[in-house]
């Protein structure tokens, strides 16, 4: 990696080291889309964890809010599904106050929750009624077509010349396999990439530059998926999520607003988390020379590089629950109706169970053992198909590239809730 990269990264943590440290720690807010944006916000958990790793905010742009920051606590929280209720929204959300008159409007109307915002006995009939698709009969199936896509996405890229890996591989390939899981209309699947920045991204920092321009793309999406849905239902049964879903015995009588949140729920988690990974196992390997030549050396560490890869970007930040009782937990009071954040990306640096955290090592012994996919009932539904594309892709990727020399400092997402990527500038010397 360029000296200039290492030089403004290191500019960049050192001034979130001094924000994160110079005010009282009742005071400290983490939730600040700038300082992800920055990759300047792990010093707030650093302290956290340190200081007060059940901590209380009690003001911000999202309202109070409890952060849980250690590895343990989190599987904790994740796990108690008694207390700790996911029905009330899965992520931080900005107050009411802090948007403009039309975007307060959209967020005081918008529709039923997806079933990652229920609790069991629902959550648990709506997530079995999508889960086929996902299912290890359904992975084996798909992974020659994957392996397929990944090889033509490769095949096609420039050699010599700077381009963006987000855009030409990670985009591509995530947006691919989603298509195919909702059987959208291919020549139109850049539109799932389009929707999902729209749904993740504040309006001015993403694709759409204002909220009237956001509630118009939702509409778009809104629009497009119930006409699928109407062809669906009309149709035999097939495999594909929106006809689960349409003849789902648990889904196939929910109203439109139901249907579409289950969608917007899929839309983000098929494309996001693995495409920030797969952007973030370049960053990776090109900031820890010494781990990408480990793994050209030995190809047989891809599914432990992945692993770790997910550790160390933690695709999703956070996850949040409401407190359905009074409740003390580690010593502090927790009172009906806290929101309560769980934040992953700090549970996956704690030192007291990862040992030596904050370095990336592919060949780490439990690879596996972190917070990125979440415990208990909401698990991620599609991790196996997320650790699926990043493995063929790095299998095609070292068949072809002796090098992915990453150029400059990668633009991050502005957001608190999917940690990634905007683009990354990248340069292939050669091909093997």
């Known amino acids: 990696m360029a000296d200039g990269m290492v030089d403004a990264l290191s500019e960049k943590r050192a001034l979130g080291r001094q924000r994160a440290y110079e005010v009282p720690i009742e005071e400290l807010n983490p939730a600040r889309a700038s ?3 920055d990759d300047a916000h792990w010093a707030y958990f650093e302290r956290l964890r340190a200081e007060d790793p059940v901590h209380y905010t009690p003001d911000s742009n999202y309202g109070p809010f409890w952060s849980i920051t250690k590895f343990n606590d989190i599987v904790a929280v994740d796990s108690n599904h008694e207390v700790f209720s996911s029905a009330s929204g899965i992520a931080l959300v900005p107050k009411l106050s802090a948007l403009p008159p039309e975007a307060q409007l959209r967020l005081a109307r918008q ?43 490769l095949d ?51 694709p759409v530059a204002t909220y009237q321009e956001q509630r118009d793309a939702l509409v778009d999406c809104r629009d497009y998926f119930i006409r699928l849905w ?29 249907f579409f949140s289950n969608v917007t729920l899929l839309i983000i988690g098929g494309n996001d988390t693995t495409r920030n990974t797969i952007s973030g196992s370049i960053l990776a390997l090109n ?3 010494d781990q990408y030549d480990k793994l050209r050396a030995d190809p047989a560490l891809i599914p ?53 955290p904050n ?35 790095w299998e095609e990727i070292l068949k072809r590239f002796p090098e992915v020399r990453v150029l400059e400092e990668p633009r991050r997402s502005y957001s608190i809730f999917v940690k990634g990527y905007e683009t990354m500038k990248v340069l292939i010397p050669s091909r093997r």
């Open 35 to 37: 300082a992800f944006r």
């Open 287 to 289: 900031r820890n020379p």
């Open 230 to 258: 109407n062809e669906r239902v009309n149709a035999p049964p097939r495999g594909d999520l929106i006809s689960l879903l349409a003849h789902g015995e648990a889904t196939r009588g929910c109203t439109m607003d139901e």
């Open 304 to 356: 432990s590089m992945v692993s770790e890869t997910i550790r160390w970007q933690t695709p999703l930040a956070h996850m949040s629950r409401v407190a359905l009782r009074d409740f003390e937990f580690q010593g502090k009071q927790i009172k009906a109706g806290d929101k309560v954040v769980m934040w992953y990306v700090s549970g996956n640096r704690d030192e007291e169970v990862i040992e030596n």
């Open 359 to 393: 370095a990336y090592i592919i060949d780490r012994p439990r690879a596996r053992h972190h917070v990125s996919f979440g415990f208990g009932i909401h698990r991620c539904v599609g991790n196996r198909l997320a650790e699926l594309q990043l493995t063929i892709i």
């Open 156 to 206: 096609s890229l420039p050699v010599g010349e700077p381009f963006d890996w987000v855009d030409l591989v990670s985009k591509e390939l995530t947006t691919m396999t989603l298509a195919t899981l909702f059987d959208f209309p291919f020549e139109e699947r850049r539109k799932l990439t389009f929707w999902s920045d729209v749904m993740t991204t504040a309006p001015g920092h993403g």
């Open 111 to 153: 529709g039923a929750p997806s079933f990652i915002g229920m609790d069991s006995p629902e959550h648990d009939v709506q997530r079995k009624t999508v889960s086929p698709a996902v299912a290890p009969a359904r992975l084996h199936e798909m992974g020659p077509q994957i392996r397929e896509r990944a090889g033509l996405i």
